[in-house]
């Protein structure tokens, strides 16, 4: 930083003027002797000759203060040197200088450190504050406070703060428990199967959870599923258009972990989280829509053949009619962007009116997606109308029958 407050004439005035040394001036100015010394050759101030400087100094031994006063202020009131030389305005140096010649002791290194914590001791409430509720580090409450980190360990310590698992702070950001709410597990579960790359960190300590695509809206889902677990990282726009956007979790996210073509049987056994778990899976992998000949569908089209099995299974237990999975697309097919398929894509489809109206419904409350959630308004209000015209066609064909 420059130091451009420091003018030739206010150099004249300290050096010349009041016979300050360097080392007075750069205290005073705060700042290093180096400082002074290149300003002072830069405005052309002559350094004095060995001799003068020595009388100076010698001449400054006047500055005398009370032993009585020193004694009052360093032994009884347990001032710093440097606290002295603020309260009566002269250099720390004259202090330390006349507390020697009247042959008052010094305190000790331990003294002076014990001095400091007493006088500065951190209180619980701030340091439990700065580091559960702001989530700093040991070293960062230490620079905060103008400790040293070894200080804050020793007073949380002292305080029987608990110090935080390695999973927490091995990172920049704080990361919190998962609910432990059985619809949003089953929920989470169906959209990491479908969506989500989970591994553990190399550490183990913490479990990555990340996905790419091009869509905002399922950044924006991603963002509102993990938000209050993690920070979520987002990535910049790849040349393939992609972008990737993943959160660091704890280990109450073990649940993510596993990847299988199977649902879970707490889940399965549960028509609740069953749709729960559709919702998710849906977000992920489904499409709602209406088709080119105006008839809505819901179809899920993924990897997982034994999953949309048991989706197919379940949804017959509960009334709901659909075609059993199919192979949609051979494995080994090449897209159009060059893309291969590593196995065969299976598809569930569900196109009855009767049967995909209450599979709407189900799904409605449930599903998180923006879009998706969107074309199931759309699509469900497309079953209403058309059921709606077939029973005025009803009506009317009533209507010419012979009494």
């Known amino acids: 930083?420059?130091?451009?407050?420091?003018?030739?004439?206010?150099?004249?005035?300290?050096?010349?003027?009041?016979?300050?040394?360097?080392?007075?001036?750069?205290?005073?100015?705060?700042?290093?002797?180096?400082?002074?010394?290149?300003?002072?050759?830069?405005?052309?101030?002559?350094?004095?000759?060995?001799?003068?400087?020595?009388?100076?100094?010698?001449?400054?031994?006047?500055?005398?203060?009370?032993?009585?006063?020193?004694?009052?202020?360093?032994?009884?009131?347990k001032f710093s040197i440097s606290e002295i030389a603020k309260k009566l305005n002269h250099d720390r140096s004259i202090i330390k200088r006349e507390i020697e010649k009247h042959k008052i002791p010094l305190r000790s290194h331990s003294v002076i450190m014990k001095l400091i914590r007493s006088k500065n001791k951190i209180k619980k409430s701030v340091l439990a504050k700065l580091y559960y509720q702001?989530?700093?580090?040991?070293?960062?409450?230490?620079?905060?406070?103008?400790?040293h980190k070894e200080t804050v360990h020793r007073l949380m310590k002292e305080y029987g703060l608990k110090t935080r698992k390695k999973s927490e702070i091995?990172?920049?950001?704080?990361?919190?428990?998962?609910?432990?709410?059985?619809?949003e597990k089953a929920y989470l579960i169906g959209f990491r199967i479908g969506d989500l790359n989970v591994r553990l960190s190399h550490s183990k300590n913490l479990i990555i959870a990340r996905c790419t695509s091009t869509k905002m809206a399922q950044i924006k889902l991603f963002k509102n599923l993990f938000k209050k677990y993690g920070h979520i990282y987002v990535g910049k726009i790849r040349g393939d258009k992609n972008?990737?956007?993943?959160?660091?979790?704890?280990?109450?996210?073990?649940?993510?972990?596993?990847?299988?073509?199977n649902i879970p049987k707490w889940i399965w056994e549960n028509k609740n989280y069953l749709l729960y778990f559709l919702a998710g899976y849906t977000d992920a992998e489904g499409c709602i829509g209406i088709g080119s000949n105006k008839v809505a569908f819901f179809k899920i089209s993924s990897?997982?053949?034994?999953?949309?099995?048991?989706?197919?299974?379940?949804l017959f237990k509960i009334g709901i009619e659909c075609n059993p999975p199919r192979i949609h697309v051979k494995k080994g097919h090449k897209k159009s962007d060059g893309c291969v398929y590593r196995n065969d894509e299976w598809r569930l489809n569900?196109?009855?009116?009767?049967?995909?109206?209450?599979?709407?419904?189900?799904?409605?409350?449930?599903?998180?997606?923006?879009?998706?959630?969107?074309?199931?308004i759309r699509t469900e209000q497309n079953i209403i109308e058309r059921n709606q015209k077939i029973l005025l066609k009803k009506r009317a064909s009533f209507k010419y029958l012979p009494v």
Request: charge should be positive; include cysteine.
């Open 134 to 147: 702001k989530c700093l580090t040991q070293k960062q409450i230490g620079g905060k406070l103008n400790v």
């Open 170 to 183: 091995s990172t920049r950001y704080p990361k919190f428990n998962f609910s432990g709410n059985l619809e």
């Open 350 to 376: 569900v196109n009855k009116k009767s049967s995909l109206l209450p599979l709407l419904q189900f799904l409605k409350p449930r599903l998180k997606h923006r879009k998706r959630l969107k074309d199931l």
């Open 243 to 261: 972008r990737e956007f993943l959160v660091r979790l704890n280990r109450t996210f073990n649940f993510l972990l596993p990847k299988k073509d």
């Open 1 to 77: 930083m420059r130091r451009n407050d420091i003018t030739p004439k206010l150099l004249r005035e300290l050096y010349l003027k009041k016979l300050l040394s360097k080392q007075e001036i750069a205290s005073r100015l705060k700042c290093n002797i180096t400082t002074i010394h290149k300003k002072m050759v830069k405005f052309g101030i002559p350094a004095r000759p060995v001799a003068k400087a020595i009388r100076i100094a010698m001449e400054k031994q006047i500055i005398k203060i009370p032993k009585s006063k020193l004694e009052h202020l360093y032994l009884k009131k």
């Open 303 to 314: 990897y997982d053949k034994k999953i949309l099995k048991q989706i197919c299974e379940q």
